[in-house]
């Protein structure tokens, strides 16, 4: 018995015919030709598809054209001899062809149609020979069975499998420009599965919830993609840092922002909704207001008690977005990447630049923002470049929409805001060094010039966690806003020493000058009554003295004189002060 070596079969029309050996391949592997997209699995003989008709162009499109008028000669009762001949002569394209060349387009021509016609050698490439639909399956399992293997090692697989099954095996170029073409959807699905093709490639129908600013604010976590320094008490360290906003749905317009170098919690919230709602130290900064509809995700920062009784007392409706549906609130992550672009990325530390472990971040440790600095930068590039530029949706500013669109609700008044909000913590006493407080082995000694008044006095704290440069400070018995205190001996204190000694010196003048005022007074009425005792018992002696006023005083006349106009003039300086 002659052994039958396996090889390639021509097909008519010169090219590689899988036949019964891809075929066999195919059922060996169990490789139906119905998977994942018709076209990527179709029959070979896809690759002979006709093109659209406007599709061919120049020289292919003058012979089909030419093919087909010699069809309809001879279709007109011409033979096909002389149909070639009468049109010979006005086409050179025909002047090497025979009468059975025409007698064969004929008969093609009746059983395929316009596919006849057309010239296969022009569409008819290596890859076209050798990426077969199995050779394309063969991809396609690799391709989703390793989502981390690059072109390059999915080629030499596919060579392999190839090589095993005795059939042509492609080249890279082949396989990297096959996977290349596929729909951006199969990408989505190898990365993530069929849940990132639900986050980002489900179709869904955008529907305008909003008609004015302040209708409905959608707020987010993230992490940004960049280092900043935080002093541990001995020396810098980078951290993380997590960038909490608000965006407003309607005008796209940021009411507010909060950088935490930890990962935010409900706290972190209700101080991103105080700074969204309050107005800004920043005069051009004009957003502010409480918004009807909160946009937030299932997050359990969001779920706390103390947002959700925050929120009611603000006449705030929460609605929560699906959990794993980022997509929902696309506006907010859009602008996040727009930040990352447009601000973070020109900024020392970013983690494209610098690394993103830790280890290389100590390398650039003296480069680093800080966390206020950063906070600075952001706010610079909310308020001088995003808010000022034209949106590319709203074909408006952001900062001269929400002035033309607002519907403007602010709370009662920012005490009322701040005991929603902020934390509260047990009663402290005002000494002479002001407010010690202490939380998470952060704080120190706070102060303000209004504590000079209290000293000794019992007082309650307001604070944020995140930001411990001030607390603010409440009256314990009538829970009254006294004043907001400042944590000294920092680099960035409000409040220096010199500050201190000029109040303390002011106020004490102040104490001297006050009680010697009162003091004055009280000596001086003490010399009033003094001199009106006098006079009285005086004027009682004179009234109880008989007519012999010597005999009774033992005086001489010149003496009871002298003594009658003292009682005088006592009695008209007594009335004088009346």
């Given amino acids: 018995m002659t052994s039958k070596k396996r090889g390639r079969r021509l097909a008519p029309h010169g090219g590689y015919n899988p036949g019964s050996v891809d075929r066999t391949a195919l059922d060996a592997m169990e490789l139906l030709p119905n998977g994942i997209s018709p076209d990527i699995f179709a029959n070979e003989d896809m690759v002979r598809a006709v093109p659209r008709a406007d599709a061919?162009?120049?020289?292919?499109?003058?012979?089909?054209?030419?093919?087909y008028r010699l069809v309809c000669l001879v279709a007109n009762g011409r033979s096909p001899r002389q149909a070639l001949e009468h049109l010979r002569s006005e086409h050179p394209v025909l002047e090497k062809r025979t009468e059975r060349w025409a007698q064969k387009l004929i008969q093609n021509y009746k059983k395929h149609g316009v596919v006849a016609l057309l010239d296969h050698r022009r569409n008819r490439t290596n890859e076209a020979r050798v990426l077969t639909s199995v050779v394309k399956k063969i991809a396609l399992c690799w391709f989703f069975a390793r989502p981390a293997a690059c072109y390059s090692l999915i080629a030499k697989t596919v060579a392999i499998e190839c090589s095993k099954r005795d059939i042509p095996s492609p080249s890279y170029s082949a396989i990297k420009k096959y996977l290349g073409s596929?729909?951006?959807?199969?990408?989505?699905?190898?990365?993530g599965g069929i849940k990132a093709w639900d986050k980002k490639g489900k179709p869904v129908v955008r529907i305008n919830i909003t008609s004015y600013a302040n209708q409905r604010w959608q707020i987010d976590h993230s992490r940004l993609d960049i280092w900043v320094r935080v002093w541990d008490g001995e020396k810098w360290v980078p951290s993380q840092v997590w960038l909490s906003l608000v965006l407003d749905a309607h005008t796209r317009a940021i009411p507010g922002f909060v950088l935490s170098t930890k990962y935010p919690d409900a706290w972190t919230v209700a101080l991103l909704m105080r700074?969204?709602?309050l107005p800004k130290e920043n005069l051009e900064w004009k957003v502010r207001g409480i918004p009807e509809v909160v946009q937030p995700d299932n997050g359990r920062d969001f779920r706390s008690h103390a947002v959700e009784v925050s929120f009611a007392y603000l006449k705030i409706r929460l609605e929560f977005d699906p959990p794993y549906y980022p997509n929902m609130k696309g506006k907010i992550e859009r602008f996040f990447l727009t930040l990352d672009r447009g601000c973070l990325r020109v900024l020392p530390g970013h983690m494209d630049a610098t690394g993103r472990s830790e280890t290389s971040a100590m390398y650039h440790i003296l480069t680093l923002l800080t966390r206020?600095?950063?906070?600075?930068?952001?706010?610079?590039?909310i308020v001088d470049e995003y808010h000022q530029r034209t949106h590319s949706e709203t074909g408006r500013k952001p900062a001269e929409y929400w002035e033309q669109a607002v519907r403007l609700r602010m709370p009662e008044s920012v005490d009322a805001l701040n005991r929603m909000l902020l934390k509260f913590e047990e009663t402290r006493k005002v000494n002479n060094v002001g407010v010690s407080f202490m939380y998470k082995e952060r704080g120190g000694d706070?102060?303000?010039?209004?504590?000079v008044e209290l000293l000794g006095s019992d007082v309650q704290i307001r604070f944020n966690p995140e930001d411990l440069q001030s607390i603010l400070l409440y009256d314990k018995f009538t829970e009254e806003y006294i004043?907001?205190?400042?944590?000294?001996?920092?680099?960035?204190?409000?409040?220096t020493h010199e500050d201190v000694k000029a109040v303390r010196n002011q106020f004490r003048a102040g104490l001297?000058?006050?009680?010697?005022?009162?003091?004055?007074e009280v000596q001086e009425k003490d010399r009033r009554a003094a001199q009106k005792a006098e006079w009285e018992e005086a004027k009682r002696l004179v009234e109880e003295s008989s007519d012999d006023v010597s005999t009774v005083a033992g005086l001489d006349e010149a003496e009871m004189d002298a003594v009658n106009d003292f009682l005088d003039r006592l009695e008209r300086e007594a009335r004088d002060e009346d």
């Avoid at 706070?446 to 504590?451: S, V």
């Fill in 446 to 451: 706070y102060w303000a010039p209004a504590l």
């Fill in 372 to 381: 206020q600095q950063l906070n600075r930068e952001i706010e610079k590039y």
């Fill in 182 to 191: 596929l729909p951006e959807y199969f990408h989505l699905i190898r990365k």
């Fill in 483 to 495: 004043c907001e205190a400042w944590l000294m001996g920092q680099p960035n204190s409000k409040y």
């Fill in 275 to 277: 700074h969204a709602i």
């Fill in 56 to 67: 061919l162009k120049g020289k292919q499109l003058e012979e089909v054209a030419v093919k």
């Fill in 512 to 520: 001297v000058d006050r009680f010697d005022g009162y003091a004055k």
